[in-house]
C-alpha cells in the first residue's frame, strides 16, 4: 500500500444525505471520513481531516479533488 503524504493529490468524494449534509470519504485515509453543511464546504472538511491525520498544517495539504458522488 503506497502511503500518500501531505503535499499529494487527495481524491475526496462527496455523497448528499438525506438530510441535507454531505458525508465526505477522502479516498487512502485509513480513518477517511468527515461530514460537511454545505457542498461548499466539502473540501474544506476534507483538508481539515487529512492535515488531522497526517499531523500536519492545513496549509501544507496538496490539491484535493472533489467529486459528487450517488449512493449505492
Do not use: H, N, P
Not at 14 to 29: I, P
Not at 31 to 57: K, M
Amino acid at each position: 500500500m503506497t502511503t500518500l503524504g501531505a503535499t499529494d493529490t487527495y481524491q475526496a468524494e462527496a455523497f448528499a444525505t438525506a438530510d441535507g449534509w454531505w458525508a465526505v470519504r477522502v479516498v487512502g485515509l485509513k480513518f477517511g471520513f468527515t461530514q460537511a453543511a454545505r457542498f461548499d464546504d466539502v473540501e474544506e472538511s476534507a483538508r481539515d481531516l487529512i492535515a488531522c491525520s497526517l499531523d500536519v498544517d492545513e496549509a501544507e495539504v496538496g490539491e484535493i479533488v472533489v467529486s459528487e458522488r450517488v449512493w449505492s
